[in-house]
């Protein structure tokens, strides 16, 4: 298995309060995504990263912002959370051969 | 734009019945072509790829797919079922329109295995 680990694994969380939920692996892969996965609307993309320093906006963007400042960690923040944002949370990465590999997730309930 | 269609939101199937899953895509050129499957609290595991050459490509847990051009269709096939096959099954293939590797995925099947 693609070495990716995701950080927390479950966060409760109250609205308003930023959250950063954060992703790294171990397989110096060039690209790295944050998904969403909600009931009825599988996975929705956030934002994604082509390098260090590189990112840009997915299909579902508005409330999240990201950094990468190492090659191993893409980290996903909530700058005040909502309800909304209530979710799964999966960190992807690839090389250069579209094949994506998933992190373990994080369940986060904004309250 | 590329899409992913899996017709089949839910599927019910015996232990040690076939199975088939749909996918069917919509993609400027041949395109690359994913199966993942997530087991319930899991993150996605991919099943089987296909780039090029033979169109029936073998993937892991004894899982198959053949991708036929005439029908944008890249369909999942077991011969007989495990218990531990349920789970939610995505198709997937690349978003190349914006490049950065991305992938756009159907909106899953989730099979039930009856015992």
């Known amino acids: 298995d693609a070495g990716i680990t995701q950080s927390p694994r479950h966060k409760v969380t109250e609205t308003g309060t930023p959250v950063t939920l954060r992703c790294h692996q171990t397989e110096n892969h060039r690209y790295m995504y944050w998904y969403r996965q909600d009931p009825g609307h599988g996975l929705r993309l956030i934002h994604y990263?082509?390098?260090?320093?590189?990112?840009d906006k997915g299909e579902v963007s508005d409330g999240y912002s990201v950094s990468r400042s190492k090659t191993e960690d893409f980290l996903l923040t909530l700058e005040s959370a909502t309800s909304s944002q209530t979710s799964v949370y999966f960190c992807?990465?690839?090389?250069?051969?579209?094949?994506?590999?998933f992190g373990p997730g994080t369940r986060l309930t904004v309250t | 734009a590329q899409s992913v269609t899996q017709p089949d939101i839910h599927i019910t199937v015996s232990e040690g019945a076939s199975l088939e899953l749909r996918c069917n895509y919509s993609?400027?050129?041949?395109?690359?072509l994913f199966w993942y499957v997530q087991s319930p609290g899991q993150g996605l595991q991919l099943l089987l790829k296909y780039f090029s050459g033979d169109t029936l490509v073998q993937g892991i847990k004894g899982f198959e797919a053949e991708f036929k051009r005439s029908q944008s269709s890249f369909n999942l096939r077991k011969p007989s079922v495990h218990w531990s096959d349920a789970a939610e099954y995505f198709c997937a293939v690349p978003n190349s329109a914006q490049g950065a590797q991305k992938l756009v995925f159907g909106q899953g099947t989730r099979l039930t295995i009856n015992p």
């Open positions: 993609y400027g050129a041949t395109p690359y």
């Open positions: 992807a990465i690839s090389s250069a051969t579209y094949e994506q590999y």
């Open positions: 990263s082509y390098g260090v320093k590189d990112t």
